[in-house]
């Protein structure tokens, strides 16, 4: 077990709990993965992509803020994040994965809700 913890929040994550879950935080009903400037130039970077061609194909823009775009699974009828790796089932950039993503589960919507977030994880304690 690799447990972690924070402050404010009343449940604990088991982090070796990901190597059986098969992604069920990158994937599911639609939504934002949203990324910062410094995201866009460290994904881009890692990708060995120039900035302007990563962001044509791989961000959406959504009012002011900048998101990750997604891609429907037919067989799940979901979508996954555009860097989820439906063969290995984990993340594909995940040393540069966004902030949103490395912060998970511990968001604010989950601070004082353990029985959302643990329906969205199996390595909640
Ligand atoms: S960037 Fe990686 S960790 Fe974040 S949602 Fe996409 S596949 Fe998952």
Redesign the pocket.
């Known amino acids: 077990m690799n447990v972690i913890e924070k402050e404010g929040y009343d449940y604990k994550f088991d982090s070796s709990a990901c190597v059986a879950c098969g ?1 069920h ?2 994937t599911g009903e639609s939504g934002y ?1 949203w990324v910062k400037y410094q995201d866009i130039v460290n994904i881009a970077k890692f990708l060995n992509m120039n900035i302007d061609d990563f962001a044509s194909n791989n961000i959406k823009k959504v009012k002011h803020k900048y998101s ?1 775009i997604e891609r429907y699974r037919e067989k799940e009828d979901d979508f ?6 439906d063969m290995k089932k ?5 040393s540069v ?2 902030l ?3 912060d ?1 589960p511990f968001w604010e919507q989950f601070k004082c809700n353990k029985d959302e977030v643990q329906k969205e994880c199996i390595g909640i304690l």
């Open positions: 992604g935080c990158c993965i990750l996954a994040c555009i860097f989820f790796d984990q993340c594909s950039i995940y994965r966004p949103q993503c490395s998970f």
